[in-house]
């Protein structure tokens, strides 16, 4: 298998809105994809029509080497899909509950058991296992949705922001659950407008906005893309001993300035000589008491490709 999910020029029109616009991306088995943009952005829109919810306006969705059309039904039990909106049955057990999705994917006695216990244990829910999902905070009834997309162990998983109004421990849960997951090799897009969120689980992030893709990579390869220098502080001691000319004579030092005890300096991110510049100081006898480097985030990327915060 080396294939996963290849979306190419997915578009959905709204009337006269183009809520998607032409929007391609892929994602390798194994890996997580954040679907990163604001409210609005399309992010529900496009994961509406990979999953077959909302009818396309054009383009092509291929999973797993296939064409994933409605009608292809062995393709369509590989991904299983966490909606924004809860879709639990109130009058059932948070056990009944994930049961009934398993049955509806043709799970049955032991083998069914079996699946409704892993998927409950995957989001921490066993002890709740016989409560109705009535009484669960919202975080727990996320997570209870989360073991019914997967009862039936699909090879990828959506989810559409799963951790939006959430207690801080059950959004722990559910990014731990995702991480158990992909270690287990599931791949997984994730939509959301939390970057420490995307930060923290996707190897590739696709940045959207106003419907169309704005960036696609690795969070290193996002942040390259708005600079290519980083600027360092490190602050020493013995600074009457340094040698400036020495440093800024390393290649990558694009700049290298002494005020008092802090060295500032702007450095090269793709040969990044922040080791050597630091083997220099130690030879001319110069004491680093600490390194202060201002992070480049996504939030940073942003900003840069759109002029807007990710929350305005
Ligand atoms: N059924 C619909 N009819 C008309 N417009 C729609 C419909 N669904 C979504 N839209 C519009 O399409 C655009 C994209 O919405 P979408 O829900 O995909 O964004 P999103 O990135 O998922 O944001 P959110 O996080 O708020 O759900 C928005 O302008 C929205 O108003």
């Not at 056990?95 to 009934?100: C, F, G, I, S, W």
């Not at 699946?115 to 709740?128: I, K, M, N, Q």
Request: proline share 3%; net charge negative.
């Amino acid at each position: 298998m080396t294939t996963g999910l290849v979306v190419t020029g997915l578009t959905k029109k709204f009337g006269t809105q183009v809520a998607v616009d032409n929007v391609s991306f892929t994602v390798a088995p194994g890996t997580v994809l954040g679907l990163l943009g604001p409210n609005g952005a399309g992010k529900s829109t496009t994961i509406n029509m990979i999953t077959g919810l909302l009818n396309k306006t054009s383009g092509r969705v291929e999973l797993f080497g296939e064409n994933l059309t409605p009608t292809n039904t062995a393709i369509r039990r590989r991904f299983g899909v966490v909606p924004q909106e809860l879709a639990i049955f109130d009058d059932l057990s948070a056990a009944e509950n994930v049961r009934y999705f398993g049955g509806l994917y043709g799970l049955r006695g032991t083998a069914l058991k079996t699946a409704v216990t892993r998927a409950l244990a995957v989001v921490d829910l066993t002890d709740h296992a016989n409560q109705r999902p009535a009484t669960f905070s919202g975080g727990m009834q996320r997570r209870l949705n989360i073991a019914m997309a997967i009862v039936h162990q699909p090879d990828l998983l959506f989810m559409d922001e799963p951790t939006v109004g959430i207690d801080p421990q059950s959004r722990n849960y559910i990014l731990t659950a995702i991480e158990k997951m992909r270690a287990n090799g599931m791949t997984v897009v994730y939509t959301s407008h939390y970057m420490e969120e995307v930060e923290r689980l996707a190897d590739n992030i696709v940045i959207i906005d106003h419907g169309q893709v704005i960036a696609h990579g690795t969070e290193a390869e996002l942040v390259n893309l708005v600079t290519d220098a980083k600027q360092v502080t490190i602050v020493v001691n013995h600074a009457d001993q340094l040698e400036l000319a020495a440093i800024t004579a390393i290649a990558g030092v694009q700049q290298a300035t002494l005020h008092e005890q802090n060295l500032q300096l702007v450095l090269d991110v793709a040969s990044n000589p922040l080791n050597q510049v630091l083997m220099t100081l130690i030879d001319q006898g110069v004491a680093v008491d600490s390194i202060d480097q201002p992070k480049l985030d996504l939030e940073t990327v942003f900003l840069n490709l759109t002029g807007r915060n990710l929350r305005d």
